[in-house]
């Protein structure tokens, strides 16, 4: 009973910031591989605006459902 309780808070925060932590990770990529691919970069880091912008809309959408 307390693993369903347990996989529901990792539900609801995974729901919440897992497009956060794309865009975060994609930023970090984008970082590290500045100038090596350019190509690459700029996926990277349209990745990082799309996943970012999704990200935000998650957060603000689970703040007014909780309301």
Known sequence: MNTEKETSKFNKWREKYSALIIALVCLNV??????????LTGI????????GTIGIYDIKRSKQNKL
């Open 44 to 51: 990277l880091i349209l990745g990082v605006f799309v996943c």
């Open 30 to 39: 984008a970082i590290m591989q500045w100038g090596d691919n350019w190509l």
